[in-house]
């Protein structure tokens, strides 16, 4: 949670430390360079710097495991979840006005203002960005895109404007977005990349008139059977069917109604049966993961193939075909260059024609045991059949050539996450030019001869690279991590984690092979994917600093809200927690991932030299990708920060190493803190270890009366993941706190322990506690914060607030889109911030 920092220093130092006790011995700490979390294949996880490029890309299989962890831990999700939490949310009142939307400016990757080569990639050639883009449809003179978690937008004037189209849906989330030939436009909820951030979606949805209208629920297509579920594709057959291939197996279903339910016609792994009753309660969560459906357009609709893979292998990993129209399956072995044991998640494409098929599949082997990349290859049948013989036309090795950014890095190579980006599609006018995305985006115009990396993962690694502008001859490019694509109307869209990027289909390269003509369309598509929020005043107003997803830290200046402004980018990489000095917004504490902390006094304002920002990191040793680290609400210049060890300072932002931080506990060997909390120096953690929901386990420690300790937690606490903390500001005691539980109740998912309420407290530090969840909606709590004597909780539908202390609730405020937040911060200003996951920050008057 975060409260405003109080400028007047209330408890001496001297008393501070002995309230904290004895200090515990410092963990090992290792060189710079293999220091702090380690990666998946034990490489240094920690801000790319400039020149390295890949970096970024290794921590993104941590944070999948991890964000998941917290909605899912002991369990998985049910359908009916997702509607249920809906309905509950939508039949409480209202309290408070309007919110409003803080982060409606563009937001510059590449802002000159920013240039620090140790902290930012301004000049990489990104430019604009927006947040993660899953799903683009074009066609009748319209675009429409759907951000990760952020929903659908539709623009007419080629991409200038956007309008959002979703807002009164229960999820934000995309899956996929498909235009029929009728003209509905068909909406997939769930994004199915298995990404840090990827939420279940409450089905799909068809609007039959998507140019003038917008979605509502009555538009959801077969009832709940898909809610709760991650939707990879929709495909049309062309005669009267659309099929969608989900985390539950694939689906068919009539392509011109809403009516009638979905009918499963491949479920490759049946569910336990327990007493002669199947339980899909029981089931693993990472069984029947369909990817991909394609059907071949010359087999009127009878011939679909399917991809069903989990991404680290599984006995159902394979191609599956249907010669029935979809009534039957059958299990296919490829001949030919593509290994039948070794598909992972794949993507098809079949030519316009059918004459060839194609697919990019990722490697199992590679992905448990490369450090490189997880990518098998892009491959064509020749005859399109599934069968093959296929061949290789593509390998990591080829695709990074000397068009490729990466083609210089030692660790890092194309499709190093096959696992997370991937899309492929043929141009419907040319067999043999075929775009396929991962980290880059490449294409081919003579059926895989040779490959060009149009869109390089950036331009660090040029030649014509400068970070002076006036030196800097490189064409602008692709943000990395490719996800969607679409063709029309002469040109190509591509969306990857920052944004949507357009280009003419047979466009022109230079003579390395990039695109030289890719157009930037995020300057207004709201889609940003926020971690964390902090504010500080600052001349003419109040400066606005977050993380994000892929997206590093941004900054908005009172400078930047008026005529052509722009948000900034001091901070690149992955954007985590934040924290603020709120009486001066140029002091920013910001957090690459995994704890890797750094420290600005001047808003990180950079000439290209090193000289704005310091690295701080403590350098502990098992950190969640999203660290947690807090200033004390009552003395500011103390911070508290939690991996395996909470970590304790007194210079607040005078800071100057990570050798400032002290390790004043240690929560255990294979636990990682999952919030902190400090007031009066008094101290609370939560942390969970294992996380996995497999043998998931949590518990929270505290100083609390003057001795450092785990606490006894009753059995009735839920046996969920603790993600919100706060301290009552009425108790200097320190002795009553707040535990806010992620992910939804047992009746929703298997485990035992799950109980009931998501917010609990304790006013004798943690001796008992009492259920204070009243009628809040069975969803996952995200934060806590107690402001003004009330309780307001981020969830994953939003922002609900309480002046019960819990026994009754309301939705703070009228017009927050439904999706996730994931901080709320009480600003300097006297307003409340929200840090969403899809729908940027957004501010209401403080409850």
Known sequence: MRLVLRPSVLIAAAAALSTIATFVARPP????????????????ERRPQMGEAGDESTEALAAAEQFAQARNAPGVVLPGAYGAAFASLSRLPVYGRDWTEVTNRPYDLDDPRYRDPLASNSSGGWGLASGRITGIAVGAGALYVGGAAGGVFRSLDSGATWVPLTDGLPTLSTGDLRLAADGALWLATGEANTGSNAFVGSGVYRLARPRTGAFAPADRVGGQALESTFIGKLRFDGIATVYAATSRGVWKHSASTTAGPWRRVLYPVADPVVDGVPRPDLQSAYNDVCNDVAIDPGSGGQRILANCAWRDGAAYNGFYLSTDGGESFRYVNPTGGLNPKDVGRSTLAYAHDGSRLYALVESMTHY?????????????????????????????GSLGDSSSALRSATDYHPGI??????????????????FVGLEEVYETTDGGTHFDAI????????????????????????????????????????????????????????????????SNLNANIRTLQYYSVAVGKVPGGVAVSGGLQDNGGSLLLPEDTTGSGRMG???GGDGGDTLVDPADGCRILQEYVFMAMEVTETCARSD????????????????????????????????VAGGQYVWFNT?????????????????GAGRSTTVV??????????????????????????????????????AGLPNRYISGLALDPADPSGRTAYLGFNGFSRRWIEGPGAGLGHLWKTTDAGATWTNVSGNMPDLPVNDVLLARGKVVAATDLGVIVSATDGASWSRLGTNLPYTTAFDVHAGPDGRLYAATHGRGIWSIAQP
């Open 569 to 571: 980018s001091p901070f």
């Open 455 to 518: 869109g390089a993962y950036w331009n660090f690694d040029f030649g014509c690279w400068s970070i002076f502008d006036a030196q800097n001859s490189c064409p602008s490019t692709t943000h990395p991590d490719q996800h969607s694509i679409a063709i029309g109307g002469g040109r190509v869209y591509v969306g990857n984690d920052g944004g949507l990027f357009s280009r003419p289909l047979r466009g022109s390269v230079n003579g390395n092979g990039n695109a030289t003509d890719w």
């Open 417 to 434: 996450q096959a696992w997370y980006n991937q899309f492929l599609e043929v141009d419907p006018d040319d067999p043999e030019h075929l």
């Open 608 to 639: 290209g030299t090193f000289n704005s920002v310091r690295d701080v990191d403590p350098h502990d040793p098992n950190p969640r990708f999203i660290a947690p680290f807090e200033a004390d609400t009552n003395v500011p210049s103390h911070w």
């Open 368 to 396: 448990t045991n490369s450090n490189q990349t997880a990518l098998s290859g892009v491959y064509v049948s020749p005859s399109g059949d599934v069968a093959g013989p296929w061949n290789k036309i593509a390998t990591s």
């Open 651 to 667: 210079h607040g932002f005078a800071v100057q190493t990570g050798a400032d931080w002290v390790p004043v506990f240690n929560n």
């Open 29 to 44: 700490r290792a060189d710079d360079e293999s220091r702090g979390r380690q990666g998946r294949h034990g490489r240094r």
């Open 677 to 714: 909390a400090s007031q009066n120096d008094v101290i609370w953690t939560a942390w969970c270890g294992p996380c996995n929901p497999a043998g998931f386990a949590r518990g929270v420690s505290t100083n609390a009366g003057g001795t450092w300790r785990q606490l006894a937690l009753p």
